[in-house]
């Protein structure tokens, strides 16, 4: 019985990873909580000591030797009990501790099932969980499929360790370049900052600390072939590489690519920056509903205000006279300050500016379903922005 103890032990220790020591506190507390059953004692100079070696039981009273025949079938079940108990706590502890400690790397596992909008997630020896709003939106996986997700936190409950995992987050990104770049890995290139939208678009800013290794070029690898494994595992979401400089004035250039831009101005103390661009680079710069300049401006840490270069900055009145008289038609492309627009607040105009729509002859040449995609701009408030953007356009 001895050796078969140590035996079981030492499968546990191999198959679960618990250290062998638990177990056998685990083993000599549950022994004594059944001798105390069948000795009809609480007292608490019931002692169980365990040969590390042999295997050998003996538990004491006081100082008189219990014999085993004594504890009976009752305590024996007690025991086997209170051992399952403790076995599973120092498995969870284990678990727990393991991931815990993997909190920002990245898990491979299996898509087992989902459970009120949640992935949950086969990871071998337990399960992890992907809530709704970890998900990128575009992204469809089915029971099965091998899935590489982000551990956001690892928490204890009841129940054993919740093992909350990420698609969306941008850690995810950031693992993946770490895999997938050697240079990455070994340090040679630095990523100095990650702005993503999950299931659209990431931009990523490199820096390499060898003036010999191109950062951008070791991150895109021959044809293409290590960023489109990166892009292939977020099932098609765009990754722009951006180039990383301490010059601020060319970082946020290099991270409003693919849009060219003409002047930029900087405001160092309100961390702004003005950029003028050409007609045809607008919708470039700005991107779709936003999120070029947004992911531009949340990978600098700057604001970015974009605009036209034929138009002058807001606040430069002197300019904007002298732009208005000069060239009458310029008048007719801006057709008065959007504010003017029946159903358009500071809260709007700041939306349908973002979204490209930044005058009135815009807005005009606009349709309904167009402005509704813009957030917070419904049916009814489409029809009535777009009636008077082309009664003010029509002056």
Same mark, same amino acid.
């Given at each position: 019985?001895?050796?078969? @103890?140590?035996?079981?032990?030492?499968?546990? $220790?191999?198959? /679960?990873?618990?250290?062998?020591?638990?177990?056998?506190?685990?083993?000599?507390?549950? &022994?004594?909580?059944?001798?105390?059953?069948? &000795?009809?004692? =609480?007292?608490?100079?019931?002692?169980?000591?365990?040969? *590390?070696?042999?295997? $050998?039981?003996?538990?004491?009273?006081?100082?008189?030797?219990?014999?085993?025949?004594?504890?009976?079938?009752?305590?024996?079940?007690?025991?086997?009990?209170?051992?399952?108990?403790?076995?599973?706590?120092?498995?969870?502890?284990?678990?727990?501790?393991?991931?815990?400690? *993997?909190?920002?790397?990245? +898990?491979?596992?299996?898509?087992?099932?989902?459970?009120?909008?949640?992935?949950?997630?086969?990871?071998?020896?337990?399960?992890?969980?992907?809530? /709704?709003?970890?998900?990128?939106?575009?992204?469809?996986?089915?029971?099965?499929?091998?899935?590489?997700?982000? +551990?956001?936190?690892?928490?204890?409950?009841?129940?054993?360790?919740?093992?909350?995992?990420?698609? #969306?987050?941008?850690? @995810? +990104?950031?693992?993946?370049?770490?895999?997938?770049?050697?240079?990455?890995?070994?340090?040679?290139?630095?990523? /100095?900052?990650?702005?993503?939208? #999950?299931?659209?678009?990431?931009?990523?800013?490199?820096?390499?600390?060898?003036?010999?290794?191109?950062?951008?070029?070791?991150?895109?690898?021959?044809?293409?072939? *290590? +960023?489109?494994?990166?892009?292939?595992?977020?099932?098609?979401?765009?990754?722009?590489? !951006?180039?990383?400089?301490?010059?601020?004035?060319?970082?946020?250039?290099?991270?409003?690519?693919?849009?060219?831009?003409?002047?930029?101005? @900087?405001?160092?103390?309100?961390?702004?920056? &003005? !950029?003028?661009?050409?007609?045809? =680079?607008?919708?470039?710069?700005?991107?779709?509903?936003?999120?070029?300049?947004?992911?531009?401006?949340?990978?600098?840490?700057? $604001?970015?205000?974009?605009?036209?270069?034929?138009?002058?900055?807001?606040?430069?009145?002197? %300019? %904007?006279?002298?732009?208005?008289? #000069?060239?009458?038609?310029?008048?007719?492309?801006?057709?008065?300050?959007?504010?003017? !627009?029946?159903?358009?607040?500071?809260?709007?105009?700041?939306?349908?500016?973002?979204?490209? @729509?930044?005058?009135? %002859?815009?807005?005009?040449?606009?349709?309904?379903?167009?402005?509704?995609?813009?957030?917070?701009?419904?049916?009814?408030?489409?029809?009535?922005?777009?009636?008077? #953007?082309?009664?003010?356009?029509?002056?």
């Amino acid at each position: 019985m001895n050796g078969e @103890l140590l035996t079981v032990l030492d499968h546990l $220790e191999r198959d /679960k990873g618990i250290d062998r020591e638990v177990l056998m506190t685990a083993v000599e507390s549950a &022994l004594v909580s059944a001798a105390k059953k069948a &000795l009809g004692t =609480q007292s608490d100079d019931v002692t169980v000591k365990i040969d *590390r070696k042999t295997g $050998e039981i003996k538990v004491y009273s006081g100082t008189k030797e219990v014999k085993s025949e004594d504890f009976g079938r009752i305590a024996a079940q007690t025991a086997k009990q209170i051992i399952i108990q403790k076995i599973r706590e120092a498995e969870r502890d284990v678990i727990f501790t393991d991931y815990n400690n *993997r909190v920002g790397n990245v +898990v491979n596992g299996t898509v087992y099932r989902f459970e009120k909008g949640n992935i949950i997630v086969d990871l071998g020896k337990t399960e992890g969980f992907i809530p /709704k709003s970890e998900q990128s939106p575009k992204e469809n996986f089915r029971q099965g499929d091998r899935i590489k997700a982000h +551990v956001l936190e690892v928490k204890k409950t009841g129940k054993g360790p919740q093992i909350v995992l990420s698609r #969306a987050n941008p850690g @995810l +990104v950031k693992k993946l370049f770490e895999l997938e770049i050697p240079e990455i890995y070994e340090g040679i290139v630095e990523i /100095k900052s990650i702005s993503r939208e #999950a299931g659209d678009r990431t931009k990523i800013a490199v820096f390499s600390k060898d003036e010999k290794i191109d950062c951008v070029g070791a991150c895109v690898g021959m044809r293409g072939s *290590r +960023v489109k494994n990166i892009v292939k595992e977020l099932q098609g979401e765009k990754i722009d590489i !951006v180039r990383w400089s301490d010059d601020i004035k060319e970082y946020i250039i290099a991270a409003l690519n693919p849009a060219k831009i003409s002047t930029l101005k @900087l405001d160092k103390e309100a961390k702004t920056a &003005l !950029v003028t661009v050409d007609d045809d =680079q607008l919708s470039l710069a700005i991107g779709k509903k936003g999120q070029n300049v947004r992911l531009a401006s949340k990978l600098t840490g700057w $604001e970015i205000d974009i605009k036209p270069k034929n138009i002058p900055a807001e606040g430069d009145a002197k %300019a %904007a006279a002298e732009a208005v008289l #000069a060239e009458p038609s310029a008048q007719e492309g801006i057709s008065g300050d959007i504010s003017s !627009v029946e159903g358009v607040g500071e809260k709007t105009k700041a939306l349908l500016v973002e979204a490209g @729509l930044d005058t009135v %002859a815009k807005i005009a040449a606009s349709s309904v379903e167009e402005l509704t995609k813009v957030k917070g701009i419904g049916e009814k408030t489409a029809e009535k922005i777009l009636n008077s #953007a082309k009664e003010l356009a029509n002056k």
